[in-house]
């Protein structure tokens, strides 16, 4: 898990504290994998893998896949392309039909067939750890993208050329993002693409041509970024037959056609999954009138903007799925308290009944989890919240009068008592004030930043940072706004 901060309140790291960060550019792919098709850049504003790419609307009739007669492919804006309705389509229509057969799955039987490039493939995939499920299938896609007369090419050649996502960021940008969890997140990445461009280099070192996985041609980390990319990005996880077991669980697949929606939390368009009798159909249904010239949309999932960011390359603004992690640590916590006028805080050395609720919060102990979060839904996390009422009180008795779900919950006002709670409000408000001037620019720096002629990867390294500062500005203003309810005479400012 990554640690945001250590210690003390002088080390609190919102930066990262390791330096080292790949840089890698999508576009070298182009010199690495000699692929049959040269790379070009499209017409429109978001470069395809060539420049005009076979129709992906009449591949997937032809393949015996629906598309309704209203949608369309055009640009989205910011967004790239996107599915547009040329018509009014009324809710409840359906959009899209994939036939089983076109969805792109990492192949799932065991018996290669004699096929040695099909279980070369497995055995590269078993490198990969599960969190990264999205390589698994990257390898699959790379494997495609190589062969000619793919099944799948008219889809791959439709493919972004390069993607936004920060692996791709030069390292100054990775470190402009200036938030450790993430930089953490990236770092990791990154650090995996290049020792798996040298296991798979080993692994393919000595094989024949024919049972080469990649036709022979060399793959190297930006081609792996590049194809971890478009599935992190695209892939959606549905019910299909799993690698790992053969059982049927949630399995990523790439689904053309339908991986042209982009992403809303409020969406127009949602995906149905038809097991009937016979083979599954991945069905797309319009869930709200679509009105003339509106964008199909999808929701990608709630979360956050590290999540939006290192998958599938944007930022949403004002997303209410976005959070700030810190680390538990009882000298933090200790400094914060005092900051906000608690005299005597104990967090660093609680008393063994506050050590037991803690190790039921799971903060103590050897299993202890210690990342927690302030924003989103819940504003502040419940076993935060519980934690600080807790350690802010002396009152072993009142305390064991109410249940955790009680002590985590901010809609419960001051199970503790209005001292303890108004002592718990200051504590979360001071952390937000650390937490806020540990990141080396203000918002206002930002913005106008912002407004110059910056790289792709340096505005999003911008609008990302300006969306964690306001979740803690956000949150601050919550509490604030508690504690002036619970004490309404008494002034913030103290
Ligand atoms: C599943 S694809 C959607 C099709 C894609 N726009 C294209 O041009 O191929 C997901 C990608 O679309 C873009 N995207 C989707 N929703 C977006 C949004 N709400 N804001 C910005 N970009 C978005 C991002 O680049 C994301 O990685």
């Known amino acids: 898990m990554p640690i945001l901060m250590s210690s003390t309140t002088s080390k609190i790291v919102l930066t990262a504290t390791r330096d080292y960060c790949l840089t890698m550019n999508s576009r070298t792919t182009t010199g690495v994998l ?90 590269l995939a078993r490198h990969v750890p599960e969190e990264l499920w999205a390589m698994r299938l990257g390898l699959k896609l ?58 798979v280099r080993r692994e393919v070192e000595d094989v024949k041509l024919q049972n080469h996985p990649f036709g022979g041609q060399d793959v190297d980390a930006s081609s792996l970024g590049w194809a971890m990319s478009a599935v992190s990005s695209r892939a959606f996880r549905l019910h299909g037959k799993a690698l790992q077991n053969g059982n049927h669980g949630n399995v990523p697949m790439m689904l053309p056609l339908i991986d042209m929606c982009n992403h809303s939390f409020n969406p127009n368009a949602e995906i149905v999954q038809e097991q009937g009798s016979g083979n599954p159909t991945m069905l797309v249904v319009a869930g709200m009138n679509i009105k003339e010239r509106s964008h199909m949309t999808l929701n990608y999932g709630c979360l956050n903007n590290d999540l939006f960011l290192l998958d599938y390359g944007f930022v949403v603004p004002s997303n209410p799925y976005d959070c700030i992690e810190l680390k538990y640590d009882g000298g933090l916590f200790d400094a914060a308290s005092m900051a906000a006028g608690v005299s005597n805080p104990n967090f660093s050395s609680p008393a063994p009944w ?17 990342k927690v979060t302030l924003g989103g839904s819940e504003v502040v996390e419940g076993r935060l919240l ?27 006002e001051a ?43 340096m505005e999003l390294a911008l609008q990302f940072r300006i969306q964690k500062k306001s979740v803690i500005i956000d949150v601050m203003r919550d509490l604030a706004k508690r504690l002036k309810l619970l004490s309404p005479n008494e002034s913030l400012a103290s």
């Not at 519980?386 to 419960?412: F, G, P």
Request: net charge negative.
């Open 415 to 457: 199970p503790l008592g209005l001292s303890n709670e108004s002592a718990v409000l200051r504590t979360l408000i001071a952390l937000c004030v650390i937490a806020l001037n540990h990141f080396p620019t203000k918002i206002m720096e930002d913005e106008t930043l912002l407004k110059k002629d910056v790289s792709t990867s």
């Open 142 to 199: 790379l494997q495609e993208r190589a062969k000619t007369g793919s099944f799948w090419w008219p889809y791959i050649s439709n493919l972004p050329e390069t993607y936004t996502t920060p692996i791709f960021f030069s390292g100054d940008d990775i470190k402009n993002l200036q938030y450790a969890p993430l930089l953490y997140q990236v770092n990791k990445r990154c650090r995996f693409l290049l020792d798996f461009e040298k296991e």
């Open 34 to 123: 000699t692929f049959h098709r040269r790379f070009t850049c499209s017409a429109t504003g978001t470069p395809r893998l060539v420049p005009n790419p076979p129709d992906l609307i009449k591949w997937v009739r032809r393949e015996g896949g629906f598309v309704h007669p209203s949608v369309r492919i055009a640009e989205s804006g910011p967004c790239g392309l996107g599915l547009v309705a040329s018509e009014e389509i009324p809710k409840g229509s359906e959009l899209i039909a994939l036939p089983e057969h076109i969805p792109l799955r990492f192949p799932v039987t065991e018996s290669d067939n004699g096929d040695e490039s099909y279980s070369n493939l497995i055995n």
């Open 354 to 370: 506050q050590q037991q609720i803690l190790s039921k919060l799971n903060l103590d102990g050897e299993q202890a989890l210690l």
């Open 386 to 412: 519980a934690a600080l009422r807790v350690l802010l009180t002396n009152e072993a008795e009142i305390v064991q009068k109410h249940d955790l779900n009680t002590l985590k919950s901010l809609s419960i």
